[in-house]
């Protein structure tokens, strides 16, 4: 399998129009790249939440960001309802452009079949058109997962270790039929298959520069 590094990684952006989205999409990325580099400077945003979803998040990323310089925004949008907000989503991305340079940013991708998931990954790929941005997907009933480019190894530790923060810290979501150990677990095994790994998370790259005489 082709690898290629992204050198130094000091500052990482992660966006998720839902609470649990980034820790969904890209858990097991986060935890793997923090463990990795204590101290490294996290700049999250959430477009919808409030309350005890609120609550959830800032205790669950503190989990899958272990040692990080943590900071994270939640606007409280209206769940399902970005599109109808896009000044308020626009100028909260912008703003979170404005105060970072990240060397590689974690958001929804742009095929994600649900509005605010792609509504938000078409205001990142915009904002941060000179980055390096890393579409995560998100397993859900519209069956929307594609095929995906590029691909983060996950060891055995790391995804079970994702999947019990997942299924501890967002006790508000353990009704839904498709949020359980199967289903993460599953798809990282699938992904895990693809890039000849025991699991992986796996990502949407939409413009990648190379150098490859350097």
């Avoid at 590689?104 to 790929?125: F, I, N, Y």
């Amino acid at each position: 399998m082709i690898r290629l590094g992204a050198g130094p990684l000091d500052r990482i952006v992660a966006v998720g129009a839902h609470c649990d989205d980034i820790a969904i999409g890209a858990g097991g990325t986060l935890l793997t790249l923090c463990l990795a580099r204590p101290g490294v400077r996290v700049d999250a945003l959430v477009l919808t939440g409030g309350g005890e979803r609120e609550q959830e998040e800032q205790a669950a990323l503190a989990a899958f960001c272990p040692g990080a310089d943590l900071r994270l925004t939640v606007l409280k949008l209206p769940d399902g309802r970005v599109p109808a907000y896009w000044d308020e989503a626009k100028a909260a991305v912008e703003e979170l452009r404005g105060r970072s340079e990240p060397d590689v940013v974690l958001a929804p991708r742009t095929e994600d079949a649900h509005q605010d998931h792609r509504g938000l990954a078409e205001l990142m790929s915009t904002a941060f058109r000179d980055h390096l941005v890393l579409g995560y997907e998100i397993v859900k009933w519209d069956g929307d997962l594609g095929r995906p480019v590029a691909y983060q190894p996950l060891s055995t530790e790391t995804a079970e270790r994702k999947v019990r923060l997942l299924q501890a810290l967002y006790p508000s979501q353990r009704h839904r039929p498709w949020y359980d150990r199967e289903a993460f677990l599953g798809l990282a095994r699938i992904r895990g298959i693809e890039c000849h790994e025991r699991y992986a998370e796996a990502f949407a790259v939409t413009k990648l520069t190379l150098n490859l005489g350097g």
